[in-house]
């Protein structure tokens, strides 16, 4: 069974108001985070991505402005909107809600003040001067003005699941050839192990990300995170007796868990471990009464979309949508177009260490 997220901006959606009563947008203050916390938690589209916490880490880590809005009546939040400035010599600049995660827009119990925020983040992206403002709904908006200079692209999906309170129900609902792959992790002894830091995942994730010719980011982003959310962030490292074979990072929302920074060597792909590894993440929070699993988002044909596939769980489009402001068309920084195919090639080949230390500058602006 697959779920989706109702439409930000139909009236008649459960938990919506109808409401005429003007609004006023202000920028957030540190004092406010908790209230904004809190409305997002409530608010049927909140997701992870919109919480408080990520500001900060987008400013100290890379240095980016941010712009997290808040649509208020007496004193009442009705709307939120994170927004992240990301300038690039060469990926553009952009208004990015939010960049680096998969779920974005405004988030909103109140049709009105939904406009007001986002005719006040296109005037602000204006203002700003950048190429683009992009949203990263999981549904399109309904209710965006001047038409026109709005384009939608469907190039990304996302794979969510409700699963069964049982995990042997779960394990029976992944295709018999993905589960063979998990078999074969069990057979080759391998066992997980829960860690407190990043120390393992950061060099399991800089692997992989180099194999996939993919500039990854510092250690410090991915410590971050963890000092930030606490509690709400697992990192589980899968072992074979003293090796660390591949690591991933998780996060708690709800309901929910979204394993989102995740992989491994070749170690991991002669032993299965990868495939051992979300299974493990996907028995432990079954455990846990976690309901919903959360496989994050893919580019459409792509190899993790496939990967998504195998482990029996369908696409749902995510709606990304994009105010053009100086540009003339939409952006495609994904690694599938042909014009980074030469970089991706290069960058492949390059020693682990040297990715390490060249890598962080740039993905910090590919937003």
Known sequence: MNISTASLCDGAQAGREQRDAPCSISILEKADESRWDDFVLGSEGGTFYHL???R???????????????????????????????RSLLFGNALISVPFLVYGGPVSRSIEAERAIVDYACELA??????????????ALKCTADEQKWQLSNTHVTFRKVMDADPDANLKSIPRKQRAMIRK??????????DDDVSRLYPAMLECKRNLGTPFFGRGYLQAIKNTFTDSVEILTVVHGKDAVCSVMSFRF??????????????????????????????????????????????????????????GFEPEPLAYQYYLVRANDLPNLNPSNPKYSRAISLWKRLPVSVAGLIGPPIAARLG
């Open 185 to 194: 992790g069990e057979q080759a002894v391998l066992t997980w192990q829960m």
């Open 126 to 139: 204006g203002r700003l001067g950048v190429d683009h403002l992009e949203l990263r709904n999981q549904q």
């Open 56 to 86: 900060s880490i987008f400013e100290s880590q890379f240095g980016h402005r941010s712009h997290y809005l808040l649509a208020e009546s007496d004193g009442e939040i009705l709307a939120v909107l994170p927004l992240v400035h990301v």
């Open 254 to 311: 709800r309901d929910e868990i979204l394993p989102y920074y995740g992989g491994g060597g070749d170690l991991a792909r002669v032993l299965k471990g990868n495939d051992f590894m979300y299974w493990c993440v996907m028995e432990k929070a079954c455990k846990e009464g976690v309901r919903i699993f959360d496989y994050g988002r893919s580019a459409v044909g792509s190899g993790a979309y496939r990967f998504k596939k195998h482990w």
């Open 52 to 54: 408080a916490g990520w």
